[in-house]
Protein backbone atom coordinates (compact mmCIF):
# COMPACT_ATOMS: atom_id res chain seq x y z
CA UNK A 1 0.00 0.00 0.00
CA UNK A 2 1.86 3.53 -1.09
CA UNK A 3 2.54 5.26 1.76
CA UNK A 4 3.01 8.90 2.55
CA UNK A 5 6.69 9.22 3.88
CA UNK A 6 8.35 12.02 6.40
CA UNK A 7 11.72 12.83 7.81
CA UNK A 8 12.32 12.84 10.48
CA UNK A 9 10.62 10.92 12.64
CA UNK A 10 11.81 12.83 16.07
CA UNK A 11 13.75 16.12 15.69
CA UNK A 12 14.94 17.69 19.02
CA UNK A 13 15.68 21.31 18.58
CA UNK A 14 17.43 24.54 20.78
CA UNK A 15 15.08 27.61 20.87
CA UNK A 16 16.27 29.76 18.10
CA UNK A 17 17.62 27.74 15.87
CA UNK A 18 15.86 26.52 12.38
CA UNK A 19 14.57 23.38 11.60
CA UNK A 20 12.73 21.54 8.86
CA UNK A 21 10.83 18.50 7.79
CA UNK A 22 10.35 17.20 4.73
CA UNK A 23 7.16 15.02 3.02
CA UNK A 24 7.01 13.13 0.14
CA UNK A 25 3.01 11.93 -1.01
CA UNK A 26 1.56 8.91 -2.37
CA UNK A 27 2.52 9.18 -6.43
CA UNK A 28 -0.20 10.84 -8.37
CA UNK A 29 -1.43 13.19 -5.47
CA UNK A 30 -2.33 16.88 -6.49
CA UNK A 31 -3.08 17.92 -3.00
CA UNK A 32 -0.73 18.04 -0.04
CA UNK A 33 -1.38 19.13 3.39
CA UNK A 34 0.81 19.95 6.38
CA UNK A 35 -0.74 19.91 9.68
CA UNK A 36 0.15 20.80 13.55
CA UNK A 37 -1.00 18.33 16.64
CA UNK A 38 -0.40 19.47 19.30
CA UNK A 39 -0.50 17.36 22.49
CA UNK A 40 -3.62 16.51 23.20
CA UNK A 41 -5.43 18.18 20.69
CA UNK A 42 -6.57 17.52 17.61
CA UNK A 43 -4.70 18.42 14.05
CA UNK A 44 -5.20 21.80 13.37
CA UNK A 45 -4.04 22.66 9.38
CA UNK A 46 -1.19 24.95 9.00
CA UNK A 47 -1.00 25.26 4.57
CA UNK A 48 -2.57 23.45 1.66
CA UNK A 49 -0.62 23.02 -1.75
CA UNK A 50 -2.63 22.08 -5.07
CA UNK A 51 0.72 21.27 -7.26
CA UNK A 52 3.17 23.49 -6.45
CA UNK A 53 0.48 26.81 -5.11
CA UNK A 54 -0.44 27.27 -1.99
CA UNK A 55 -4.24 27.18 -1.47
CA UNK A 56 -4.27 27.82 1.95
CA UNK A 57 -1.75 29.20 4.37
CA UNK A 58 -4.28 31.38 6.96
CA UNK A 59 -2.99 29.28 9.69
CA UNK A 60 0.76 29.15 9.02
CA UNK A 61 2.70 31.82 11.69
CA UNK A 62 4.52 33.64 8.34
CA UNK A 63 6.71 35.35 10.65
CA UNK A 64 8.65 32.19 11.55
CA UNK A 65 7.09 29.17 9.52
CA UNK A 66 7.33 28.86 5.68
CA UNK A 67 6.51 25.92 3.36
CA UNK A 68 7.27 25.22 -0.46
CA UNK A 69 6.38 22.11 -2.90
CA UNK A 70 8.87 23.71 -5.61
CA UNK A 71 8.12 20.81 -8.58
CA UNK A 72 4.76 19.87 -6.85
CA UNK A 73 6.05 16.90 -5.56
CA UNK A 74 7.53 16.62 -2.79
CA UNK A 75 7.18 19.48 -0.07
CA UNK A 76 10.06 20.86 3.16
CA UNK A 77 8.00 22.87 6.25
CA UNK A 78 10.66 25.48 7.96
CA UNK A 79 10.59 27.08 11.20
CA UNK A 80 13.04 29.53 11.54
CA UNK A 81 13.70 30.25 15.02
CA UNK A 82 12.21 27.86 16.33
CA UNK A 83 10.16 28.65 19.57
CA UNK A 84 9.20 26.70 23.00
CA UNK A 85 5.60 26.69 21.89
CA UNK A 86 6.26 25.21 18.59
CA UNK A 87 7.10 21.03 20.40
CA UNK A 88 4.17 19.13 18.73
CA UNK A 89 3.62 16.55 15.97
CA UNK A 90 3.92 17.70 12.09
CA UNK A 91 1.95 15.70 10.13
CA UNK A 92 1.98 15.65 6.31
CA UNK A 93 -1.05 14.49 4.31
CA UNK A 94 -2.10 14.33 0.63
CA UNK A 95 -5.30 13.39 -1.64
CA UNK A 96 -5.50 12.19 -4.83
CA UNK A 97 -8.60 14.79 -5.10
CA UNK A 98 -8.82 18.65 -4.70
CA UNK A 99 -9.82 18.73 -1.73
CA UNK A 100 -10.84 15.75 -0.18
CA UNK A 101 -13.34 14.86 -2.65
CA UNK A 102 -14.45 12.26 -0.48
CA UNK A 103 -11.81 10.39 -0.53
CA UNK A 104 -10.01 11.32 2.53
CA UNK A 105 -6.63 12.04 3.14
CA UNK A 106 -3.34 9.60 3.65
CA UNK A 107 -1.11 10.54 6.83
CA UNK A 108 2.34 10.57 7.30
CA UNK A 109 3.57 9.38 10.32
CA UNK A 110 4.61 12.50 11.19
CA UNK A 111 7.76 14.08 12.81
CA UNK A 112 7.63 14.79 16.78
CA UNK A 113 9.48 17.98 17.20
CA UNK A 114 11.04 19.10 20.87
CA UNK A 115 11.85 22.32 20.93
CA UNK A 116 14.76 22.96 24.43
CA UNK B 1 -17.49 27.11 8.33
CA UNK B 2 -17.80 23.31 9.67
CA UNK B 3 -16.20 22.62 13.27
CA UNK B 4 -16.68 18.93 14.87
CA UNK B 5 -17.15 18.64 18.77
CA UNK B 6 -16.16 15.32 20.63
CA UNK B 7 -18.02 14.52 23.61
CA UNK B 8 -15.69 13.13 25.99
CA UNK B 9 -11.65 13.45 25.93
CA UNK B 10 -11.79 10.10 27.47
CA UNK B 11 -13.67 7.08 27.31
CA UNK B 12 -12.78 3.39 29.34
CA UNK B 13 -15.07 0.23 28.37
CA UNK B 14 -14.43 -3.16 29.01
CA UNK B 15 -13.04 -5.94 26.64
CA UNK B 16 -15.71 -7.08 24.79
CA UNK B 17 -18.21 -3.89 25.89
CA UNK B 18 -19.90 -1.73 23.33
CA UNK B 19 -17.65 1.17 22.30
CA UNK B 20 -19.38 4.33 21.90
CA UNK B 21 -17.73 7.75 20.62
CA UNK B 22 -19.94 10.87 20.10
CA UNK B 23 -19.31 13.22 17.09
CA UNK B 24 -21.30 16.18 16.56
CA UNK B 25 -20.38 18.82 13.31
CA UNK B 26 -21.75 21.99 12.70
CA UNK B 27 -21.18 22.80 8.83
CA UNK B 28 -23.05 25.34 6.95
CA UNK B 29 -23.10 23.12 3.76
CA UNK B 30 -23.51 19.27 3.41
CA UNK B 31 -20.98 17.73 4.79
CA UNK B 32 -18.26 14.90 4.25
CA UNK B 33 -17.41 13.18 7.66
CA UNK B 34 -14.18 11.25 8.74
CA UNK B 35 -13.46 8.92 11.67
CA UNK B 36 -9.37 8.43 11.83
CA UNK B 37 -7.34 6.29 14.88
CA UNK B 38 -4.30 7.22 16.14
CA UNK B 39 -2.25 4.95 17.73
CA UNK B 40 0.93 7.07 19.88
CA UNK B 41 3.66 8.46 17.76
CA UNK B 42 2.00 7.35 14.65
CA UNK B 43 -0.17 9.64 11.67
CA UNK B 44 -3.40 8.77 11.64
CA UNK B 45 -5.08 6.04 10.04
CA UNK B 46 -8.87 6.40 8.22
CA UNK B 47 -11.84 4.09 10.13
CA UNK B 48 -14.34 5.27 7.51
CA UNK B 49 -16.25 8.21 6.09
CA UNK B 50 -19.32 9.53 5.12
CA UNK B 51 -19.66 11.20 1.22
CA UNK B 52 -23.78 11.41 1.27
CA UNK B 53 -24.53 7.93 0.17
CA UNK B 54 -25.79 5.72 2.88
CA UNK B 55 -26.03 6.66 6.16
CA UNK B 56 -24.76 4.15 7.66
CA UNK B 57 -21.32 3.86 7.29
CA UNK B 58 -18.92 0.11 8.21
CA UNK B 59 -15.43 0.56 8.12
CA UNK B 60 -12.36 -1.51 9.21
CA UNK B 61 -11.58 -3.15 12.10
CA UNK B 62 -15.43 -3.66 12.75
CA UNK B 63 -15.95 -0.23 13.11
CA UNK B 64 -19.34 1.79 12.13
CA UNK B 65 -20.99 5.05 12.25
CA UNK B 66 -24.01 6.23 11.30
CA UNK B 67 -24.77 10.07 9.90
CA UNK B 68 -28.09 11.37 11.29
CA UNK B 69 -28.70 14.90 10.16
CA UNK B 70 -31.39 16.10 12.26
CA UNK B 71 -29.06 15.37 15.53
CA UNK B 72 -26.37 16.41 13.19
CA UNK B 73 -24.23 13.64 15.13
CA UNK B 74 -21.72 10.50 13.14
CA UNK B 75 -21.14 8.38 16.76
CA UNK B 76 -18.59 5.92 16.36
CA UNK B 77 -19.31 2.39 17.38
CA UNK B 78 -18.10 -0.92 17.64
CA UNK B 79 -20.36 -3.92 19.07
CA UNK B 80 -17.37 -5.68 21.33
CA UNK B 81 -14.06 -3.72 22.24
CA UNK B 82 -10.47 -5.18 21.98
CA UNK B 83 -7.60 -4.84 23.76
CA UNK B 84 -5.89 -3.34 20.09
CA UNK B 85 -8.73 -0.79 19.94
CA UNK B 86 -6.99 1.25 22.34
CA UNK B 87 -5.81 4.68 21.03
CA UNK B 88 -6.88 8.35 20.34
CA UNK B 89 -9.91 8.95 17.90
CA UNK B 90 -10.63 11.90 15.81
CA UNK B 91 -13.81 12.75 14.13
CA UNK B 92 -13.42 15.69 10.96
CA UNK B 93 -15.68 16.96 9.00
CA UNK B 94 -15.19 18.73 5.48
CA UNK B 95 -17.53 20.32 2.99
CA UNK B 96 -18.38 18.93 -0.29
CA UNK B 97 -16.30 19.73 -3.02
CA UNK B 98 -13.66 22.41 -3.94
CA UNK B 99 -10.40 22.68 -2.15
CA UNK B 100 -11.59 21.98 1.17
CA UNK B 101 -9.32 21.14 4.50
CA UNK B 102 -10.34 19.04 7.38
CA UNK B 103 -11.77 19.92 10.57
CA UNK B 104 -11.10 17.84 13.30
CA UNK B 105 -12.43 17.33 16.78
CA UNK B 106 -9.95 17.46 19.72
CA UNK B 107 -10.06 13.83 19.83
CA UNK B 108 -10.99 10.72 22.09
CA UNK B 109 -9.10 8.50 24.10
CA UNK B 110 -10.44 5.25 24.39
CA UNK B 111 -8.80 2.96 27.01
CA UNK B 112 -9.90 -0.60 27.23
CA UNK B 113 -9.92 -2.77 30.48
CA UNK B 114 -9.35 -6.47 30.84
Known amino acids: EAEVAQSPRYKITEKSQAVAFWCDPI?????LYWYRQILGQGPELLVQFQDESVVDDSQLPKDRFSAERLKGVDSTLKIQPAELGDSAMYLCASSRATGTGGYGYTFGSGTRLTVV | AQSVTQLGSHVSVSEGALVLLRCNYS??????LFWYVQYPNQGLQLLLKYTSAATLVKGINGFEAEFKKSETSFHLTKPSAHMSDAAEYFCAVSALGGAQKLVFGQGTRLTINP
Open chain 1, 27 to 31: SGHAT
Open chain 2, 27 to 32: SSVPPY
